[in-house]
């Protein structure tokens, strides 16, 4: 039996870490030798090892569900549905302009905008948010470990993570 206390800290990590045990089994099959096992361990070793590292850069988008509010990624659109009308919406991942993290109320929201301008609003902490890591993950250009760093630390109240630079090109 494992310790409620230790099982709580662990559970957060416990995508992240069965990929690093994936990981050591692919290096145990390698470790085997031959011609069929050494490249069917580096195949496993090497998809494990992708696995974890975006399994891991998905941690910080993860949080208790605190926000109202529901996040929705379908078939490359981000839908926020709000308690309230007015602060819901969509928006498509080819029409996102701009990724920026505000800092309102002592809570963090990340503010998409649209080409056309339409700005959307979505708490960090909303349920579903932690969808968001993939599909920010698509963007040409877009460096997650800068978001996982704005996310972790105390920074400005606003915070410019990815603006599109073909934005001349698509309006």
Request: hydrophobic share 50%.
């Amino acid at each position: 039996m494992i310790r409620p206390e230790l099982a709580a800290t662990l559970r957060p990590w416990a995508e992240t870490l069965s990929a690093l045990v994936l990981v050591a089994f692919g290096l145990w099959v390698i470790w085997l030798g031959g011609w069929i096992y050494q490249p069917l361990g580096s195949v496993i070793a090497i998809i494990a090892g992708i696995w974890a590292l975006d399994a891991r850069r998905r941690m910080r988008f993860r949080s208790k569900a605190t926000a109202p509010g529901v996040v929705e990624l379908d078939e490359g659109a981000i839908r926020y549905l709000a308690p309230d009308r007015v602060l819901g919406g969509e928006i498509a991942l080819r029409d996102l302009a701009e990724i920026r993290l505000l800092r309102l109320n002592n809570r963090l929201h990340w503010r998409l905008k649209s080409l056309d301008g339409q700005a959307l609003l979505i708490p960090v902490d909303a349920a579903g948010a932690e969808l968001l890591a993939s599909a920010f993950a698509s963007l040409p250009g877009l460096n997650m470990g800068r978001i996982s760093a704005a996310l972790a630390g105390e920074g400005p109240t606003i915070q410019t993570l990815w603006t599109r630079s073909d934005r001349a090109r698509l309006t």
